[in-house]
């Protein structure tokens, strides 16, 4: 009987990582903010992505993407190739407006962010259109939505800057060798990668082979290991060691002539794999 196969799709888990990248955009007002992640609205399933508590009220947040902020803030990411669509508004709108009631919270302590990876064409068109709201873009990539009670605001991640927020932009796919680098960098010069990984985890993820590239021509004393070593990739490095160790022993059963079975239960390869490899071997004889 075969064994089942093992399901090698990756699931990037991108919302705690989104989490962890707020959470280094505004590193500096740490110690006034609190950060509920997928906070439980109701015994039912309803979560929101993040919210942002300003345990200082008086605090004021002049990092761009928390300038709108007030006492409690509610964000709701999209993940890379995911948009922020109308129905999704309305969504996240009813959370501020049911944080607000069951909270006991005034309406006008609450804000709302999306950010997504893309532009906010249709939404926003809606908004100006459907809403009679109006809508600034207050710095690269952050629309500001006026004429509501609550402060809302759209962030287009892949506009925004790397210098002013290298870790919200860089939360995506298809990184580019200079951005991987900075990152990189970054990580090495504060020491951040021990407190973030579930970020790392979702950016080496979703572009490994960059990654990689990056770090062996960087200059600093940085390794891969040093950077992934604490997200799980070390374990699976040493999986797939393990998993050479049990082929090259298999290959050796295999010329002494051992059966199928016998190589699998020494090995605990797949049967489909042996098989594999027992066709691999035939043809070189059949060659040689």
Not at 41 to 57: A, W
Not at 235 to 258: D, F, H, P, S, T
Request: charge should be neutral.
């Amino acid at each position: 009987m075969k064994r089942p196969k093992p399901n090698t799709t990756a699931h990037i888990a991108w919302h705690p990582a989104f989490v962890e990248a707020l959470q280094l955009e505004l590193e500096d007002y740490r110690d006034v903010l609190e950060f509920l992640s997928e906070f439980q609205l109701t015994t039912e399933p309803l979560r929101i992505d993040c919210v942002i508590i300003k345990k200082k009220k008086d605090v004021v947040i002049t990092k761009n993407i928390g300038e709108i902020f007030r006492d409690i803030n509610i964000l709701e990411f999209k993940s890379p190739g995911d948009y922020v669509s109308i129905a999704d508004f309305y969504k996240v709108y009813a959370y501020g407006c049911l944080y607000s009631s069951l909270e006991k919270i005034p309406i006008t302590s609450i804000t709302i962010s999306f950010v997504e990876s893309r532009f906010p064409r249709e939404l926003l068109d809606h908004l100006q259109k459907v809403r009679g709201y109006t809508v600034e873009k207050n710095s690269p990539g952050i629309y500001t939505v006026k004429g509501d009670i609550l402060p809302i605001q759209l962030v287009d991640s892949r506009q925004l800057s790397a210098d002013e927020n290298l870790w919200l932009k860089s939360l995506r796919k298809q990184l580019t060798h200079s951005a991987c680098m900075q990152i990189i960098t970054e990580i090495a010069r504060h020491g951040k990668d021990s407190r973030i990984k579930a970020y790392l985890n979702a950016i080496a993820q979703a572009n490994a082979k960059v990654i990689k590239e990056a770090i062996k021509m960087s200059n600093s004393n940085l390794t891969i290991e040093q950077v992934l070593e604490d997200v799980g990739w070390i374990a699976k490095w040493e999986a797939r060691g393990e998993e050479r160790k049990a082929i090259a022993i298999a290959q050796n059963m295999i010329n002494l002539g051992y059966p199928v079975e016998a190589i699998v239960s020494v090995t605990n390869l797949d049967e489909e794999r042996v098989e594999e490899l027992y066709k691999v071997g035939r043809a070189k004889e059949s060659v040689e």
